[in-house]
């Protein structure tokens, strides 16, 4: 079973600091009511596709100081959520070691071969 399925009313979620190196596939899938969620000051290089298309009532997200992998083309469904939703990232998202906003990264400089 999934860790948050069951926390359909949750509205705040943080996870900042905490080592966080992936996120499991669905993790936040249940999380309807989730308004604000913290995941920044970690160790997350990308995030699974689709991980955040059912968090209809997000109004802020922090994922800053993350060494976001934006050779590897993962970083693609990041990038593409980031840049219809820009106005609900605090703070910002950048590629490890090049500092561009991770929403700005394009599939043309991205490649499968890259990916871990």
């Known amino acids: 079973p999934r860790v948050f399925d069951s926390l359909t009313q ?8 905490n080592r966080l190196q992936a996120l499991p596939e669905g993790v936040f899938d249940r999380l309807v009511n989730l308004q604000k969620l913290f995941l920044h000051e970690n160790q997350l290089k990308s995030i699974p596709r689709g991980a955040f298309d059912n968090l209809k009532s997000l109004t802020h997200i922090w994922l800053y100081d993350n060494p976001w ?7 693609l469904y990041l990038s ?8 609900k990232e605090q703070g910002q998202a950048v ?7 991770v929403r700005a990264v394009t599939e043309a400089s991205t490649s499968p071969s890259k990916c871990p």
């Open 69 to 75: 992998d934006c050779a590897c083309s993962d970083i």
């Open 10 to 17: 949750l509205t705040y979620m943080d996870l900042g600091g």
């Open 80 to 87: 593409g959520w980031l840049a219809q939703h820009a106005g």
């Open 95 to 101: 590629c490890s070691g090049t500092n561009t906003p």
